[in-house]
């Protein structure tokens, strides 16, 4: 590979493109073999990993427990992407496009899939995290959807090009830093108006967007990041990370289904994290 490249007529997969996830990714759907997935006892079977997609979902039923909301039991399995576990056949069935996370709601028989509508879904179920009122509710559904929309900048655009990409490229970084750091902008500006994401309460918008954001603007992104994007400047989101990261329950699901030293790799009731 080199950096002048003229493209083919017709694209074809380089197995072997030297990028850290060359061995994983691929472009077909689908199965690659047959893989149940285990049942446990609770309503909420979630197959996932503690990437930030992962933590959104994670939290919420963290959250939920703690508001008192027993029902909101669940059991998380860990879904090694790494090794090609979401292409195994019961995660596709439960989840077609074969990425973590993905839940299986038992008492609704129900499959979601997509980690900001597995937000909405449980939001919904439980009555929580989600304003009741028309305005307020469609001002942190904005947020929301504005999270799915940019967070693949971060992640597939900036952090695949800055840290996972088999050399660095000037272009692509260039590109996607300069997004990165206009997203970070917009969220500055929504929190020099308001305490949380959408208004002056925790909701959803603030629990999809802090795995993202959150954890980036506290140096916990791709390694030299927040240097060199500068994120000790925005002031407003560094005041708003804190204050979600000090939150209990965010602590608990940031290490379920986890990869690093403090990781609860399954989780099937509190105390496997207490
Ligand atoms: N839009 C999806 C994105 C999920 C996603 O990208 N998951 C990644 C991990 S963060 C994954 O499973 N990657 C495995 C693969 O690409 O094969 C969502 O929000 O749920």
Redesign the pocket.
Known sequence: MSNEYTPPKVWTWDKDNGGE?AS???PIAGATHDADLPRGEHPHQLHS?A????Q?VTIMFEELLAAGETGAEYDAYR?D?SK?D??GSGFVEI?P??????LFDVENDVRV??????LLYLAEKFGRFLPKDLKHRTEVKNWLFWL?GS??YL??GFGHFFAYAPFKMEYPINRFAMEVKRELDVLDRELAEHEYLGGDEYTIADMATFPWYGNLVLGRGYPDADVFLDVASYKNLQRWAKAIDAREAVQRGRRVNGYKEDAVIERHSASDID
């Not at 990437?51 to 992962?54: E, L």
């Not at 496009?97 to 993905?102: C, E, F, G, L, V």
């Open positions: 996830w994983t990714n691929r990993l990437t930030p997609n992962g959104k879904i992407i090609g979401q292409f989840n496009n074969s990425k973590i996370p993905a899939f997509e980690s900001g509508h597995i799915q967070a693949p992640g597939g």
